[in-house]
């Protein structure tokens, strides 16, 4: 533990906060080397897949749970969280509560921990290096996507979608064990699982976020309900099918809008340079994001992840960040590239002056609402006519369908998140269940409206890469869709008076109220200076209608 002697005969408070601006400042020296090897470590992995890679993610991330053993240092920090209101300076009583709960979540047994960074680890190397077969050759998710887009040929739909889920059975026992070991440690923390102890720790309270699921899937039902019969009834006929089964969609799991017969919206993007879209749609909110672009890695091969994520590597000034993606030239990836680097403008610009705790985002739900704000854009009328080039008379044609197409989004990504939000709170609850397999699918039926294959029993839920190493993390996208809807409202009605894409107006506003004060605030405190008002679900509702 850290020695630090302060004057006895002085003033308490004083004292107290020396004493925390002391250990504060000691921490960081010892942290921030420490984190900056685990994400170099996360980024290694996803890039290369290696055994090495693997070693060393699962070294550092031993030599990061290590900051946090000593237990009187876990104490004193918690005793000051439990007073921190006494504290007149709100920028430290700020850092105490980060510092707490970045202490509280690396609390626990060194073993068990020592084994969740083993098994995670091996599961970020078999995403990564994982590929189904599909006509007796491996097949890609980029190549699974393209077949459930396009073909016509439903054997080899079903075979490309049962190929996306085939990792599943690869790292079920992994993601089991996880959870085991994760709920261990929640319980000796005092929680009843992990699931639990994570919303507390991220500062999320488990029955607003309740109300917030159920009043969503409340609102979504009906509609969600016509919807789904309106679409089986285009792919029976389509596919000549009496049944309409998963592989007759256009996702693996059912999170994007299918492909219709008569609106490929594929076709804007075609011929298109998706990075320089990418640029001019930054540059237009004056946000230049070439020195990101020159750090990422934005292509498939071979090891790669196949997925898409922003990384910010340590917390130095110029900052480091980076974007993982597997670009093609269709909505999918342009969708997913203005999404990461809305990421990457966020990470890019917070204050450097702040102090090194408060040097990041306000909450994982706050720089989900930039990237998804920026995401949709793939989808909007006068983003694809001013930035993507496409013809005025084109997107007059296809007006109603790409209003519809935004509705169905708006529709498919509810129903999916609340499958991810109430399947991790029955994983959590009991791991060893026998019947999860068949939970899984009791939610999909009954939430997504979709019919499992007869006497289908895989574990289709592993497929999915957040289950095993971005645990309990859903609900940040549904807080940051709410919250993306309420921003973009209140840019466009007060700061920009019109579409808020093409004016520098709103990225100064951005930078100003959303970016540079890092995580000076709380999310909820952000979200009220950012839109004036608390965070309000009609925006999103009222956005869908």
Not at 181 to 201: I, K, P
Not at 475 to 490: F, M, S
Request: charged share 30%; glycine share 6%.
């Amino acid at each position: 533990m850290l020695a630090i002697e302060i004057n006895p005969g002085g003033d308490t408070t004083l004292s107290r906060i020396s004493e925390i601006e002391i250990f504060i400042a000691e921490f960081e020296k010892r942290i921030a080397p420490v984190e900056k090897r685990i994400e170099e470590s996360w980024w290694e992995i996803s890039t290369t897949g290696t055994e090495e890679a693997q070693r060393e993610m699962i070294e550092a991330g031993k030599e990061y749970n290590a900051l946090f053993e000593d237990r009187d240092e876990y104490e004193m920090v918690k005793s000051w969280y439990e007073n921190r209101e006494s504290l007149d300076d709100s920028l430290l009583s700020r850092q105490v509560e980060v510092l707490y709960r970045t202490f509280a979540g690396s609390q626990g047994d060194p073993e068990v921990l020592g084994r969740i960074e083993e098994l995670e680890a091996e599961a970020n190397a078999v995403y990564s290096n994982h590929r189904g077969t599909v006509g007796g050759k491996e097949a890609g998710e980029n190549e699974v996507r393209e077949i459930l887009r396009a073909s016509e040929d439903e054997s080899l739909r079903r075979e490309a979608w049962e190929a996306s889920k085939t990792v599943g059975r690869e790292v079920e026992g992994t993601v089991r064990e996880l959870a085991r070991l994760r709920n261990r440690l929640a319980r000796e923390a005092g929680y009843r699982n992990h699931y639990e102890r994570s919303l507390d720790l991220q500062d999320i309270d488990a029955g607003e976020l309740a109300e917030i699921m159920d009043s969503l899937q409340s609102a979504t039902d009906a509609p969600f309900t016509e919807f789904k019969r309106e679409l089986d009834a285009e792919l029976r006929a389509r596919f000549g099918a009496d049944t309409i089964m998963p592989w007759h969609l256009s996702d693996p799991f059912f999170q994007e809008p299918p492909e219709s017969a008569d609106f490929d919206v594929d076709r804007y993007f075609a011929d298109a340079d998706i990075e320089d879209l990418t640029k001019k749609t930054y540059d237009a909110l004056g946000l230049d994001v070439r020195g990101v672009m020159s750090r990422s890695d934005l292509y498939e091969r071979a090891g790669k992840s196949q997925h898409a994520f922003c990384a910010s590597i340590g917390r130095e000034y110029p900052y480091d960040v980076r974007v993982l993606a597997n670009v093609q030239p269709d909505a999918y990836w342009t969708n997913a590239m203005l999404h990461e680097f809305g990421h990457a403008v966020y990470d890019r610009h917070i204050n450097p002056n702040l102090p090194y705790l408060l040097r990041t985002h306000a909450h994982l739900c706050t720089t989900e609402a930039i990237a998804l704000m920026m995401g949709a854009l793939a989808g909007d009328p006068g983003w694809l006519r001013k930035v993507a080039g496409v013809p005025e008379r084109e997107l007059d044609a296809d007006h109603g369908k790409l209003a519809a197409r935004k509705r169905a989004e708006g529709l498919i990504f509810t129903r999916w998140t609340l499958v991810m939000y109430r399947f991790e709170q029955l994983l959590y609850e009991d791991p060893d269940r026998e019947d999860l397999n068949g939970a899984w699918w009791d939610l999909v039926e009954r939430i997504q409206l979709i019919q499992r294959p007869p006497g289908r029993d895989e574990p289709d839920w592993a497929a999915k890469i957040h289950v095993a190493v971005a645990p309990v993390y859903y609900h940040n996208y549904v807080l940051g869709t709410l919250i993306a809807a309420q921003l973009r409202d209140h840019l466009e009605e007060y700061v920009t008076h019109g579409p808020f894409y093409e004016n520098e107006a709103a990225g100064r506003y951005l930078l100003e109220s959303f970016f540079g004060p890092g995580a000076r605030e709380n999310w909820r405190d952000t979200v009220l200076r950012a839109t004036g008002a608390e965070l309000d679900p009609s925006h999103f509702v009222s956005s869908m209608g």
